[in-house]
């Protein structure tokens, strides 16, 4: 997205570490890196078919997911996707947050 538009805030945020702010580096190995623009050669798309495998290979495989004080966990598509997958694999799943202060009261009964 151009720079200076929200969508570039909104990209720029997601390329950071939501701690220090610094962002994600690429490996500097010399190994072809493939994105989405080749899905067929994508490290990245393959979530679903690894935790399958996981979970198959290994009886204690068990999903843990650390929890942001402001949720935004929940606002990841990949995110959430993983949690959608590991519950329909019937992965154990272990939820660590920062404090119960971080749920909203109506939604601690959920979790």
């Not at 945020?13 to 010399?30: E, F, L, M, N, Q």
């Not at 650390?66 to 992965?91: G, M, P, S, T, Y």
Request: aromatic content about 8%.
């Amino acid at each position: 997205p151009p720079l200076g538009t929200p969508a570039f805030d909104a990209f720029d945020r997601k390329r950071r570490d939501s701690i220090t702010g610094k962002i994600y580096p690429v490996c500097a190995c010399r190994t072809p890196k493939h994105f989405n623009d080749h899905r067929d050669e994508c490290e990245l798309n393959k979530f679903d078919a690894m935790m399958s495998h996981l979970s198959l290979h290994n009886l204690n495989f068990q999903q843990v997911v650390a929890l942001d004080q402001h949720l935004e966990l929940f606002h990841r598509a990949w995110c959430v996707a993983e949690l959608v997958e590991a519950r329909r694999l019937r992965i154990m799943q272990h939820l660590v947050i920062k404090s119960r202060g971080c749920i909203p009261p109506d939604e601690m009964e959920q979790l």
